[in-house]
């Protein structure tokens, strides 16, 4: 298995990944909806406000991360991992924990300094996250699911809290999302 920045030439096979592995988990619309997400933010977000990272063997992309910037009103630099999936018959085998740490050390290595996510705080937990309130740091639209904003520094073992507004980018501000 390798792990790799991705290739532009193969956002369509990023987009069905996301729509074979969310169908096959959660049914058509989530699919649909979660590969609209990874299309959008691929296509439609500026080169420098986002990282893309998959994992492939035998030349075939069996997962894919993508990683797209937090802004706050002060300077930090902060990216959001959202979505990511690992091919149906790919699960299981840690290849999501070790995708995700590849890209977490990416960032890491250009000099990010916190990462956040939204979703289940188990697996997450796995690579190194914590749930975290908003009174550490606010998401950047209202949380469904509180229990689920986790966060992590590349920097030091605490997320000291970081005061006012959080805005990701436009693939990922729809309310529906959170």
Known sequence: MKFSTYNPDNIEAIKQLFIKTFSDAEG??????????????????????????VATENEQIIGSVIFSKL??????????LS???????????????????????????NEVELIFTYGDPDFYSKVGFSQITEDIVKAPLK????????????????????????????????PEYW
């Open 28 to 53: 058509q619309s989530e699919g649909l909806t979660v590969g609209t997400i990874a299309y959008d933010l691929l296509t439609g977000t500026d080169s420098h406000d986002f990282y893309c990272f």
């Open 71 to 80: 802004t706050f009103e002060n300077e930090v630099s902060a990216f959001l």
């Open 83 to 109: 979505p990511v999936a690992i091919h149906t018959n790919g699960q299981g085998k840690g290849t999501g924990q070790k995708l995700i740490t590849f890209g977490l050390n990416t960032l890491k290595e």
């Open 143 to 174: 949380l469904t699911y509180p229990e689920g904003w986790l966060g992590q520094s590349l920097l030091s073992d605490k997320i000291e809290p970081i005061a006012g507004n959080s805005f990701c980018v436009e693939g990922l501000n729809k």
